[in-house]
C-alpha cells in the first residue's frame, strides 16, 4: 500500500479504535463481541424460492464452490484477528445467504481446531436476494436460552421485503442475563433521503421490542448490532431507534458506541462522494445503559478492526476495505466492510 497521509490517517485510527481491547485471553472474566459485515457470503446453489441467480457458476458473479470455501477461509481470518488470542465468544454476522454457509464457517478448520467450536442462530429471512442475519457463539462462554427473528414491515407496501432482526438471548458463565440484537437495515437504494423511512420503519419495531424489555426490567443488559446503512447521528439510529453519545443519554436511552470513532473521523465501510472518498460509520454497537455502566459489567471502548490484510490501495490512492467483488468483477478480498468488536469483562 502506498504511505499516502490516508493511509497514515488509517493507521492512526487502528490505534485509536484499539486501543484499550487487550490480546491477551479473556479467560472467564469476560467475553468479546465482534459484528463483520460478510459481502455476500452466498453459496454457488441455486436457490428457487429467491433471486441468488447472480451467485452461481452462471451468474453473473461466476459464483463458484471455490470461491466460497476461499471466503469461508477468509472470514475465518478476521474473526481470528478480532478474537487476539482467544477467539471471539459471540460473532454477529450479515449478508450470509444462509445457514449452510454459517455452518461451513463454524466447521472451518482454522475456527474448529478445539472445542471451542462455535454453535450457530439463524432463521431464514424474507429478504428478495436471499440475504439473512446470523450469529455464532462459543457455548462455553454462553447459554443460549432462546431466539427469534423480527420481522421488519412498511404499513404502506405489503410487498416489501428486508432482512429480519436476529434475537437472542443467552445467560453468560456469572449467571446474568445478555440481550443480543443483530441488524441488517434496509440499504440506501436509490438514495439515502428516499429510503429513509425503510430504516425508520426498523428503527421502530427494533424500538418497540427495546422497550417491552426496559418494562420488565429497567436494568436489562442489551447489546444491538449490526450495519444499519445510517450513520450514528442520522435520524433512524439517534432519534428513533433513541441510541445517543453517553452524555446525551437519558432514561431508557441507548449507548451508542460508535459515537467517539465518528467524532474521530474513523469509519467501517468507504464510499465515494463529490468530494472524495469517504469512511462512514454504517456498522455499529450498541448498548443499553446498565450494560455500559457496569454495576457487574465493564465494558471497554469499541473498535474497528483496521487490520492490513483487510485494506487495499485503490488506483485514485484511496485506502479501502478489500471487498470480494466490484460489481461483476471478482477481486478476492473480504469485504467491503470492516469489523466493529466491543469486550465485557466481568467486575471482579
Given at each position: 500500500?502506498?504511505?499516502t497521509?490516508?493511509?497514515?490517517?488509517?493507521?492512526?485510527?487502528?490505534?485509536?479504535?484499539?486501543?484499550?481491547?487487550?490480546?491477551?485471553?479473556?479467560?472467564?472474566?469476560?467475553?468479546?463481541?465482534?459484528?463483520?459485515?460478510?459481502?455476500?457470503?452466498?453459496?454457488?446453489?441455486?436457490?428457487?424460492?429467491?433471486?441468488?441467480?447472480?451467485?452461481?457458476?452462471?451468474?453473473?458473479?461466476?459464483?463458484?464452490?471455490?470461491?466460497?470455501?476461499?471466503?469461508?477461509?477468509?472470514?475465518?481470518?478476521?474473526?481470528?484477528?478480532?478474537?487476539?488470542?482467544?477467539?471471539?465468544a459471540?460473532?454477529?454476522?450479515?449478508?450470509?445467504?444462509?445457514?449452510?454457509?454459517?455452518?461451513?464457517?463454524?466447521?472451518?478448520?482454522?475456527?474448529?481446531?478445539?472445542?471451542?467450536?462455535?454453535?450457530?442462530?439463524?432463521?431464514?429471512?424474507?429478504?428478495?436476494?436471499?440475504?439473512?442475519?446470523?450469529?455464532?457463539?462459543r457455548?462455553?462462554?454462553?447459554r443460549?436460552?432462546?431466539?427469534?427473528?423480527?420481522?421488519?414491515?412498511?404499513?404502506d407496501?405489503?410487498?416489501?421485503?428486508?432482512?429480519?432482526?436476529?434475537?437472542?438471548?443467552?445467560?453468560?458463565?456469572?449467571?446474568?442475563?445478555?440481550?443480543?440484537?443483530?441488524?441488517?437495515?434496509p440499504?440506501?437504494?436509490?438514495?439515502?433521503?428516499?429510503?429513509?423511512?425503510?430504516?425508520?420503519?426498523?428503527?421502530?419495531?427494533?424500538?418497540?421490542?427495546?422497550?417491552?424489555?426496559?418494562?420488565?426490567?429497567?436494568?436489562?443488559?442489551?447489546?444491538?448490532?449490526?450495519?444499519?446503512?445510517?450513520?450514528?447521528?442520522?435520524?433512524?439510529?439517534?432519534?428513533?431507534?433513541?441510541?445517543?453519545?453517553?452524555?446525551?443519554?437519558?432514561?431508557?436511552?441507548?449507548?451508542n458506541l460508535?459515537?467517539?470513532l465518528?467524532?474521530?473521523?474513523?469509519g467501517t465501510?468507504?464510499?465515494?462522494?463529490?468530494?472524495?472518498?469517504h469512511?462512514?460509520?454504517?456498522?455499529?454497537?450498541?448498548?443499553?445503559?446498565?450494560?455500559?455502566?457496569g454495576?457487574?459489567n465493564?465494558?471497554?471502548?469499541?473498535?474497528?478492526?483496521?487490520?492490513?490484510f483487510?485494506?487495499?490501495?485503490?488506483a485514485?490512492?484511496?485506502?479501502?476495505?478489500?471487498?470480494?467483488?466490484?460489481g461483476?468483477?471478482?477481486?478476492?478480498?473480504?469485504?467491503d466492510?470492516?469489523?466493529?468488536?466491543?469486550?465485557?469483562?466481568?467486575?471482579?
Amino acid at each position: 500500500m502506498k504511505a499516502t497521509p490516508y493511509l497514515t490517517a488509517l493507521m492512526l485510527f487502528y490505534n485509536i479504535a484499539n486501543a484499550q481491547l487487550s490480546p491477551d485471553s479473556r479467560g472467564m472474566a469476560g467475553i468479546r463481541f465482534l459484528f463483520y459485515n460478510a459481502e455476500n457470503l452466498f453459496d454457488p446453489f441455486n436457490d428457487t424460492l429467491t433471486n441468488d441467480d447472480d451467485f452461481t457458476p452462471e451468474g453473473s458473479m461466476r459464483w463458484t464452490w471455490k470461491k466460497m470455501e476461499q471466503k469461508i477461509l477468509q472470514i475465518s481470518r478476521v474473526i481470528i484477528a478480532s478474537g487476539g488470542w482467544e477467539l471471539p465468544a459471540i460473532v454477529g454476522l450479515c449478508e450470509i445467504e444462509n445457514r449452510f454457509v454459517l455452518e461451513r464457517l463454524a466447521a472451518s478448520p482454522l475456527l474448529s481446531f478445539s472445542s471451542s467450536r462455535y454453535r450457530v442462530v439463524h432463521y431464514d429471512s424474507p429478504d428478495y436476494r436471499g440475504i439473512d442475519v446470523g450469529l455464532l457463539y462459543r457455548p462455553e462462554k454462553l447459554r443460549l436460552i432462546a431466539s427469534r427473528p423480527l420481522s421488519i414491515t412498511l404499513p404502506d407496501d405489503s410487498t416489501f421485503r428486508t432482512r429480519d432482526i436476529l434475537y437472542a438471548t443467552f445467560t453468560t458463565l456469572h449467571n446474568d442475563t445478555l440481550h443480543i440484537f443483530i441488524n441488517h437495515w434496509p440499504s440506501r437504494r436509490g438514495g439515502a433521503e428516499a429510503s429513509v423511512h425503510k430504516r425508520i420503519c426498523a428503527a421502530t419495531n427494533l424500538r418497540q421490542l427495546v422497550d417491552s424489555l426496559f418494562e420488565n426490567n429497567s436494568d436489562a443488559n442489551i447489546l444491538i448490532a449490526g450495519d444499519f446503512n445510517d450513520e450514528p447521528m442520522d435520524s433512524s439510529v439517534h432519534m428513533v431507534l433513541r441510541a445517543k453519545p453517553a452524555h446525551e443519554a437519558k432514561e431508557n436511552d441507548l449507548i451508542n458506541l460508535m459515537y467517539p470513532l465518528y467524532k474521530k473521523g474513523a469509519g467501517t465501510h468507504a464510499f465515494k462522494e463529490l468530494q472524495g472518498m469517504h469512511f462512514g460509520i454504517l456498522d455499529q454497537i450498541i448498548v443499553s445503559a446498565a450494560l455500559y455502566e457496569g454495576k457487574k459489567n465493564t465494558l471497554t471502548d469499541a473498535a474497528i478492526g483496521y487490520f492490513p490484510f483487510l485494506l487495499m490501495t485503490t488506483a485514485d490512492g484511496d485506502v479501502v476495505p478489500f471487498r470480494t467483488n466490484a460489481g461483476p468483477r471478482y477481486l478476492g478480498g473480504h469485504s467491503d466492510h470492516l469489523p466493529v468488536m466491543v469486550d465485557i469483562m466481568t467486575v471482579q
